[in-house]
C-alpha cells in the first residue's frame, strides 16, 4: 500500500475566480489517487413501492422495479461508490484567487453534461459541473417531471413534458462548496445530487470506490471527502481526514499520489 501524504502546518485555502487560468505552472504537475471502502455490515437495497396509483401502473406497464440505490457498496472490493472527492476551497470557493487548470481540460469544458430522467430515475445520480458547461436536462420517461435544485445561487425548478429536455447552461453560474441536491417534486423517491466548480479537480468514485484526479497543480492542498455528509476516514486504524471530511497533501511535479485504501467504517 502506498501513502505518502504530507501534513501540513496551519491550514491551506485554495480560492477559484470566475473562469479557468489555462497554463502549464510553474511548479509542475501530478496526480491524487486512492480508493475508498466500507468496512460495515453491507445494507440491502430497498424495494420502493410509489404511493400514486398511476406511478405503479407505469411501474407495472414497463416492468420497472425500484430501489433505494444512495449507499452502493460492491461485494467483491467493498468498495463504496459515489463519494464526492473535492478540491476543498473553504467555506466561500467564488472569491480569491484562481486555480492554474491544465490544458488537458480543455475538451471537459466544452463537452455536454446530460442529466436524464429515465425509468423514473436521475442518470446519473451524482453529478460534477464546470461553470461555462452546457448542461441539458433530459426526460426520457412517457411521463413529466419537474426537477429541483432548490438550494443555493444556482436553484431551478423547470417542469420537463415527457420525452422533452431543456438547456440550464444559463442557469449555472455559482461555484458551490458542496454538491446540492436534485430532486423531483413529483416523484420523492428521484434524487440526485450536482456540485457546480469553477476548476476540475473533483471526482466522484467509481463502482470499486477507486478514484483519480489527473493533472493537479503541484504543490499543497487541500481535498474533501463527501457522500450526503462529511465523511470520516481512516487509515491502517488512524483517522486521515479532519474536520469537514478534508485531507491535506502534497502534489509533486510528475508523480502520483497514492493514498492508498481508505476505510469507512460506519454508513
Not at 406511478?55 to 467493498?78: G, P
Not at 464546470?130 to 417531471?145: F, K, P, T, Y
Not at 469537514?244 to 492508498?260: A, F, N, Q, S
Request: one cysteine or more; glycine letters at 10%.
Amino acid at each position: 500500500m502506498k501513502f505518502s501524504v504530507v501534513i501540513l502546518v496551519g491550514i491551506l485555502t485554495v480560492l477559484v475566480g470566475s473562469s479557468p487560468i489555462w497554463g502549464q505552472g510553474n511548479a509542475g504537475w501530478g496526480n491524487l489517487k486512492g480508493q475508498i471502502i466500507f468496512t460495515g455490515k453491507i445494507p440491502k437495497n430497498q424495494q420502493i413501492i410509489p404511493s400514486k396509483t398511476e406511478d405503479r401502473k407505469f411501474c407495472e406497464d414497463n416492468k420497472i422495479k425500484l430501489f433505494r440505490d444512495d449507499f452502493l457498496v460492491d461485494k467483491k472490493t467493498k468498495g463504496l461508490s459515489g463519494v464526492f472527492v473535492m478540491m476543498y476551497h473553504g467555506r466561500d470557493p467564488g472569491k480569491g484567487k484562481k486555480v492554474s487548470v491544465h490544458e488537458s481540460y480543455k475538451k471537459l469544458y466544452r463537452e455536454k453534461v446530460i442529466i436524464d430522467v429515465h425509468k423514473l430515475r436521475l442518470k446519473p445520480r451524482r453529478i460534477i459541473v464546470a461553470i461555462g458547461q452546457d448542461v441539458i436536462l433530459r426526460n426520457s420517461d412517457r411521463v413529466g417531471h419537474n426537477i429541483r435544485l432548490a438550494a443555493g445561487n444556482n436553484a431551478w425548478s423547470p417542469n420537463i413534458p415527457r420525452s422533452s429536455e431543456i438547456s440550464l447552461k444559463d442557469t449555472i453560474k455559482h461555484p458551490g462548496r458542496l454538491p446540492q441536491a436534485l430532486e423531483c417534486n413529483m416523484h420523492d423517491w428521484m434524487r440526485g445530487y450536482i456540485l457546480v466548480r469553477h476548476e476540475p479537480y473533483n471526482v466522484i468514485t467509481k463502482a470499486d470506490g477507486t478514484f483519480e484526479i489527473k493533472n493537479i497543480p503541484a504543490g499543497q492542498h487541500e481535498f474533501q471527502f463527501w457522500h450526503t455528509r462529511y465523511l470520516k476516514l481512516y487509515l491502517m486504524g488512524q483517522e486521515a481526514t479532519g474536520k469537514r471530511g478534508v485531507i491535506k497533501v502534497e502534489i509533486r511535479d510528475g508523480k502520483t499520489l497514492d493514498l492508498g485504501t481508505l476505510e469507512l467504517k460506519k454508513r
